[in-house]
């Protein structure tokens, strides 16, 4: 469910919360319920669950994962720290609405992560399929003419971009990248027009990476996210 303005609300589920705390694990010790917190809201955001401006009561947020208030505002306070969430005294929190400024830092810092863990990608096939997977996500979602999830697989083609470094630091710091860039594609009046373009081209890089042609890789990508700053910037000012 995708919320533009106004309040989230959501029956209980637990369930969601165990599942995702098991999945962050993988193999390292259970993480903390507001570490959980912390990364499920990150990953609500990208997966565009949250609209800009869309507030997020305590209450019903504690009572859908059973945790104490106490847990979510901490779980909150981070999410504000990462500039995905604001707090407004006597408002409680919202999502937080992104600007030009913002545009422009985050893809000058996606420009460093993603070409760098393109050149610099190893032939590991598990991380190329998980490539592969995000644009064969898109292509589905596309078929279906569900725009909005072709936006979120092209987040998650991305992600897999900067697997291709092995380093869990810069999965950690692309999650929350974005998480921000998520924000800002609520903006779009045509979802379909930004997105489709680049079903192709993610095609394109992946095919590449796995020929093993990493600098054309490298140089396809760049540009994708040349042209995706002026688009969204363009909407962003509009």
């Given at each position: ?15 969601v919360f165990d599942q995702f705390a098991a999945r962050l694990a993988g193999d390292l010790p259970r993480p903390t319920v507001v570490e959980t917190m912390t990364a499920l809201l990150r990953q609500e955001i990208i997966d565009g669950a949250y609209g800009p401006g869309t507030r997020l009561p ?181």
């Amino acid at each position: 469910m995708t919320i533009e303005q106004g309040s989230y609300e959501s029956p209980i589920d637990r369930s969601v919360f165990d599942q995702f705390a098991a999945r962050l694990a993988g193999d390292l010790p259970r993480p903390t319920v507001v570490e959980t917190m912390t990364a499920l809201l990150r990953q609500e955001i990208i997966d565009g669950a949250y609209g800009p401006g869309t507030r997020l009561p305590e209450e019903s947020l504690s009572k859908r994962f059973r945790i104490s208030r106490h847990s979510l505002r901490e779980a909150m306070r981070l999410l504000v720290h990462e500039r995905l969430l604001v707090h407004e005294t006597h408002r409680g929190v919202r999502v937080r609405t992104v600007d030009v400024h913002d545009l422009g830092e985050i893809f000058a810092a996606r420009r460093v992560v993603e070409c760098a863990a393109v050149e610099r990608a190893s032939d590991d096939g598990a991380a190329l399929a998980v490539v592969r997977a995000a644009v064969r996500e898109g292509q589905q979602a596309a078929e279906a003419g569900v725009w909005a999830t072709v936006g979120t697989a092209d987040l998650h083609f991305h992600q897999a971009i900067t697997a291709l470094a092995g380093s869990s630091h810069l999965d950690e710091l692309m999650r929350r990248l974005l998480a921000e860039l998520r924000l800002a594609l609520h903006v779009l009046a045509d979802p379909r027009r930004f997105h489709e373009p680049y079903l192709e081209r993610n095609d394109e890089i992946a095919t590449l990476l796995e020929r093993g042609d990493r600098t054309a890789a490298a140089s396809a990508l760049r540009t994708c996210l040349d042209d995706a700053e002026r688009q969204l910037t363009a909407a962003v000012a509009a």
